[in-house]
């Protein structure tokens, strides 16, 4: 048996450096929050080879003094915490002192800084093999410098692991992104081999910010989110989420920070797939830019070397937080919602630098938020003819009152307002809501209805332009809402088994059975405990008589394990209310009237979630009239 020996400082660090240093990125990574930490206002960062040969990050923060530069480079030195009380509460991005230590193990680092009573700065160099500090005066603003050189020149087999260059790079501008994005106050540059990839200068108001999310995530993205912010039980989240039709077919658009730091959450992303569950496209993956703030002694982010995870002290609470929050702002989109939007970009955004309208088939317009009335085209170019003699309609502002009295001219009489109950194919459609009368001089979002298209869409016109609608899709979604909330006020009813249904599994789980009766009865589920390792089904909801009962069971069990709550009832249960709802809908080539047809219409305004269907896709789509003279070339 060989002798128990300390290791050297040397071996320790290049240990710790596993943990800490996987790519060029890591390194990046650390230096970005220390140099945020230290209060900076502006952080550039120039890589070489993909960061493999140089990583200079320089910021102008406070500045190390010459005296504590030695310091810094140790294992466990540390300006940001000094007792538990403080780690318990941690608010800074690192506090364990183990970065530099760790970098300087496998790469020539240098470190130039200057503080603000101090006239010159000190430059401290170590490399690897010797971790000897070597300290001398240099010339530098306040502020500080790292250059990390030659990436694992004394760890080969660490290097053979590294990626081309290509890949590495695009590794470090990620980490670039999310510290970007977790910081709006500060400005950030990016070179890689002298080239600037990005440029980004500090954002202080709502405007900025989005300029800088677009920059980041993209134009289409921002022009696609609903902006959120919501307070309660002393949590916050504000951010913007994608609509569902903004989806991507991997979730590489999510970002979601804790107090600022980026992290990577089982329970928040359960949270948030579950509340864009009846409004996804299969396999697809909602975009998002969320941010949390909650008492950092509620949080513990020491749990993950590279500070990644984080654990709730109540996560419950935390989950559906973010859940009802985000729930609650994608069924408040309306229609009218996308409506301004489009009509916004397409009449007067395009001036103000907010790029060009929304391209045509998207159905949606910009979210930004917007106070302004629609600007409506003051052309008769654009108005329709008054009857059917093929005259123009004379030149004057085209109002809601006009295409009201067009419409009269169709023979459709009055408008299907909310109050009326049209039914399509032996189903009722109601509104959901009853907002009053409409007024004769207000325009609704979707217009009004003109014609229908080979028994499948319904198309309408507004001051915006042309709206395509699909009439089974929008209908399905109108009867499942309608649906879900009649099952809401009526409670899950339970049917018993006419002979129980027996299980095996694990003690854990039996366990967790017996102690979560009470919440599992609330689901339509009586389940009983009768050996070690036996439960006993003896009721199901009545509505998944058909399903498989074991199978629902057992995923159950398992939420309650992961999440301490499931949700798994519920989403069988909506699940088949979908396709009562798809089966039970309008179907294509049944032809409608014009009244049939703005009913439908005025229900989509006022229905949740209107505008997708129950799988997810788009119900209706905008073509704008700008876009519309783009196809014909007018006014060119």
């Known amino acids: 048996m060989p002798s128990i020996r300390l290791l050297s400082p040397r071996l320790a660090n290049q240990i710790a450096a596993g943990e800490v240093v996987e790519r060029p990125a890591s390194v990046v990574k650390e230096l970005v929050e220390n140099a945020l930490d230290a209060g900076a206002g502006r952080v550039e960062v120039e890589v070489e080879q993909g960061g493999v040969k140089l990583i200079r990050v320089r910021d102008d923060g406070y500045g190390i003094a010459e005296s504590d530069l030695p310091l810094a480079l140790s294992r466990h030195a540390t300006s940001k915490i000094a007792s538990l009380d403080d780690l318990e509460s941690v608010a800074s991005l690192g506090f364990r002192g183990e970065a530099l230590a760790s970098i300087s193990s496998v790469s020539r680092l240098a470190l130039t800084s200057r503080t603000q009573e101090r006239e010159a700065a000190s430059r401290v160099e170590v490399e690897g093999r010797d971790m000897d500090a070597r300290i001398s005066p240099a010339a530098h603003p306040v502020g500080t410098t790292v250059e990390v050189r030659d990436l694992f020149f004394n760890t080969p087999a660490r290097r053979k692991f590294l990626r081309t260059e290509k890949t590495e790079f695009n590794h470090v501008e990620e980490c670039v992104r999310r510290q970007a994005l977790s910081r709006f106050d500060a400005g950030f540059t990016l070179r ?50 994608a609509l569902p039709t903004f989806s991507r077919s991997q979730a590489d658009l999510q970002y979601f920070f804790v107090n600022g730091r980026v992290i990577r959450d089982r329970l928040v992303a359960h949270a948030v797939r579950q509340a864009y569950r009846d409004v996804l496209y299969n396999n697809r993956h909602p975009a998002f830019v969320l941010y949390l703030e909650v008492d950092p002694a509620t949080v513990d982010v020491n749990v993950h070397p590279t500070k990644h995870e984080v654990r709730f002290r109540d996560g419950r609470l935390v989950h559906d937080f973010i859940f009802r929050t985000l729930h609650k702002a994608l069924a408040d989109v309306r229609p009218d919602d996308h409506f301004r939007g489009a009509v916004a970009q397409s009449f007067g955004r395009e001036t103000a630098g907010q790029g060009e309208a929304a391209s045509a088939g998207s159905g949606y317009g910009s979210q930004q938020p917007w106070t302004g009335q629609p600007a409506v085209p003051s052309v008769g170019e654009h108005a329709p003819a008054s009857g059917f003699g093929g005259q123009s309609a004379p030149q004057q502002e085209w109002r809601a009152s006009d295409q009201m009295a067009f419409y009269k001219s169709l023979g459709g009489g009055g408008v299907s307002g909310p109050q009326e109950s049209v039914s399509f194919g032996g189903t009722a459609v109601a509104p959901l809501d009853q907002p009053g009368s409409l007024d004769s001089n207000e325009e609704p979002p979707l217009g009004y209805a003109i014609a229908q298209l080979h028994g499948i869409y319904i198309l309408a016109q507004s001051s915006a332009g042309m709206i395509v609608v699909d009439m089974h899709a929008a209908h399905e979604r109108i009867t499942y809402e309608r649906m879900k909330r009649a099952l809401a006020e009526q409670d899950l009813k339970s049917q018993p088994l006419l002979v129980p249904l027996s299980i095996a599994v694990s003690q854990k789980e039996a366990a967790l059975a017996e102690t979560h009766g009470d919440n599992l009865q609330q689901l339509g589920l009586q389940i009983e405990r009768i050996g070690p390792e036996t439960l006993a089904i003896r009721q199901v909801p009545a509505l998944l008589r058909g399903a498989d009962t074991e199978q629902l069971v057992r995923d159950v069990l398992s939420d309650l394990i992961e999440h301490g709550q499931s949700d798994r009832v519920e989403a069988v249960t909506h699940e088949l209310l979908g396709t009562m709802a798809c089966h039970g809908s309008v179907r294509a080539n049944r032809q409608l009237t014009v009244p049939e047809m703005n009913s439908l219409l005025r229900d989509m305004e006022a229905t949740e979630r209107s505008g997708q269907c129950n799988h997810g896709r788009p119900t209706w789509t905008l073509v704008t009239l700008g876009e519309l003279d783009k196809l014909f070339l007018r006014g060119r």
């Not at 800088?212 to 039980?233: H, N, P, Y």
Request: positive net charge.
């Open 192 to 241: 890689h081999n002298q080239r600037v990839v990005h440029n980004l200068r500090p954002a202080d108001s709502v405007l900025d910010k989005e300029r800088r999310i677009a920059a980041l995530c993209g134009q289409k993205f921002i022009d696609s989110a609903v902006v959120i912010d919501a307070e309660a039980t002393g949590l916050r989240l504000w951010g913007w989420v």
